[in-house]
């Protein structure tokens, strides 16, 4: 029979992070998110506990766990605050796994032991100024001159690209021309202060205010050789991978920030009182609440069937992408039903509910719009393209 209870060590894992969240995130985190200052401490905090590590070998510096690992602690992460989720998913299946994934022997004992501590964070530097969901337009070239890759173009919405802890960027370029006339594009690693790489100012957003994104440029950067990740022309391929992989995360976060919705309104709910009666006990608030639980469940289910399909080595496009739009659709419904039961104070940014509502959007267009994702599940359904 089917099983979702949780293994002793990823139920661990959970109730570690979910308490880290609650002591250590939820007190602080409205204050920087108001600043819109990225939280080191917390970070760092992340790293010593072996948080960017999770889905890393041992061998590798990592804590020897798997993908599904990482979504937990992403979930309960988001439960309290998306920006810290969303620099932590970012850090592992945007910027750790394709060194894991597709880097060489050398590439991986120079990256991953301080990619999986939290040391550095590495960022992935795919989308475009002149195109988002289409990838395949990629206008950033990379062409080989001796020993040396010379970049030139530029990236945009790339988080985690301008910390100070940033460490590098993985960036498609196109790199040739392929037999049939198409785009030749790679993937190539660029280490954070490499000469003609410049990290933008830093872009003012509607959400996650907390986290870190910029528009990249490069002008006659030039790298070894040597930092070209994974075989030469694969790019386009790797890059469709770690998005695959990661919108099982980014599912992971949709279901974290639906269900804060839902904590947040319990606690309410049984606070606040309207005509001699705590709301709790009228009936449209708890059909509401009800609608909001069913959200947040059906979604985590479905980024937990994505998840053991990955694990096992079978195929989870389909699944994956509906995993990302379940739980971006849960998010914003529940985002929206939160803050109408909190009445003013949910438009109110001091509050988590004011700050959830910021940030369940981009859920709908980070890492695939949901466009994308009904085009994918189309396709795996067997209709035309």
């Not at 602080?28 to 960017?52: A, C, S």
């Not at 940033?166 to 030749?184: C, F, R």
């Not at 971006?328 to 509502?357: C, H, K, L, W």
């Amino acid at each position: 029979m089917v099983d979702h209870r949780l293994s002793e060590e990823h139920e661990a894992l959970r109730e570690s992070v979910q308490t880290f969240a609650r002591k250590e995130v939820a007190p602080v985190i409205g204050d920087y998110y108001e600043r819109e200052e990225f939280p080191y401490p917390l970070v760092q905090t992340m790293g010593r506990m072996g948080l960017f590590g999770l889905p890393v070998p041992e061998e590798h510096g990592g804590m020897g766990g798997d993908y599904f690992a990482l979504c937990l602690a992403l979930e309960e992460l988001a439960r309290v605050d998306s920006s810290v989720a969303i620099t932590l998913e970012a850090g592992v299946s945007l910027g750790v796994m394709p060194i894991y994934r597709f880097g060489d022997d050398e590439q991986r004992r120079t990256w991953l032991p301080r990619l999986a501590a939290g040391e550095i964070l590495g960022a992935f530097g795919l989308t475009e100024p002149g195109g988002g969901s289409d990838a395949g337009s990629t206008r950033t070239t990379a062409v080989l001159d001796g020993d040396q890759w010379v970049i030139n173009g530029s990236k945009a919405f790339i988080t985690n690209s301008g910390t100070d802890l940033t460490g590098l960027v993985t960036v498609t370029a196109v790199t040739g021309q392929k037999p049939n006339g198409g785009k030749e594009i790679s993937t190539i690693i660029v280490p954070a202060g490499t000469p003609g790489f410049t990290v933008a100012k830093k872009y003012s957003k509607v959400g996650w205010n907390a986290s870190d994104t910029h528009a990249l440029s490069f002008d006659d950067c030039r790298v070894p050789a040597a930092n070209l990740l994974g075989e030469r022309g694969r790019g386009y391929a790797q890059f469709l991978a770690t998005l695959t992989e990661g919108r099982v995360a980014i599912a992971a976060v949709g279901v974290g920030l639906a269900q804060g919705c839902v904590d947040e309104c319990l606690r309410y709910l049984g606070e606040r009182e309207a005509f001699g009666r705590k709301i709790g006990e009228y009936q449209a608030m708890q059909f509401k609440v009800a609608d909001m639980e069913l959200r947040a469940h059906t979604a985590r289910l479905a980024y937990y069937d994505a998840a053991s399909r990955m694990l096992r080595g079978e195929p989870y496009k389909k699944q994956a992408a509906i995993a990302k739009l379940a739980s971006s659709n849960a998010a914003m419904d529940n985002a929206r039903d939160a803050t109408q039961i909190f009445g003013g104070y949910g438009f109110m940014n001091e509050t988590p509910v004011g700050r959830f509502y910021r940030d369940a959007k981009i859920l709908e267009i980070g890492e695939g719009t949901s466009e994308v994702q009904r085009m994918l599940i189309a396709r795996e359904l067997g209709l035309p393209a």
